[in-house]
């Protein structure tokens, strides 16, 4: 199985990192898990020039070609990522903003893309009601772009200093009880 794991956080270790961490610990050492880490990359934001609409190739070359490839043989994409202002991290929405071109290959062009399964997890420090809602809506276009089936989340609240969550054992339990059924079950939709 390959496996596309996106770290969101601009901080690395934080709750986020913790959280997508725990989730990859049931994969099997057989399977491959290609690690992306969007700011620690060089890359441009969208340009909103529309090239991608009628050739189907970004024409902005820098490493998000190589991400957009690993997506597109991934059989597995997850997203971790802490709550910034309801939001994803900058870079991370640069990334997903960059997925343009792949949403353009299926939907435009009308290319046969692999089907594959994504989830989501998202971390944040207040206990706000909708506190998700933007990056869980994000998340389901930006899989459905490259026929990717968003299978669920794990999101929790109220975790604010580096790391805190590895003192949540509910949680971790949680994470990992959502992977082995994401990972390894025929009916994934958490």
Known sequence: ???????????????????LDVFLSPVQPTDTIIRIIPSEMKFSQCKG??????????????????????LLQADRVIISAPIFF??????????????????????????????????????????????????????????DGFNCEYQGEVVFRGFDKKAEIKNCQACLEEIKK???????????II
Not at 178 to 188: C, D, G, I, R
């Open 1 to 19: 199985m390959n496996i596309v794991a996106i770290y969101g956080s601009p901080r690395r270790g934080g709750n986020s990192d913790v959280m």
């Open 178 to 188: 959502a992977a082995q059924k994401f990972f390894y079950s025929e009916n994934t």
């Open 49 to 70: 020039c529309r090239a991608c609409e009628k050739t189907g190739v970004c024409v902005i070359d820098d490493e998000i070609k190589t991400v957009s490839n690993h």
């Open 86 to 143: 309801y939001g994803f991290p900058s870079a991370l929405k640069a990334l997903i903003d960059r997925s343009q071109v792949l949403w353009s290959r299926r939907y435009l062009l009308k290319e046969e893309l692999k089907p594959k399964k994504g989830f989501l997890l998202a971390v944040g420090a207040t206990q706000g009601k909708k506190l998700f809602e933007g990056v869980i809506l994000t998340s389901r276009f930006f899989f």
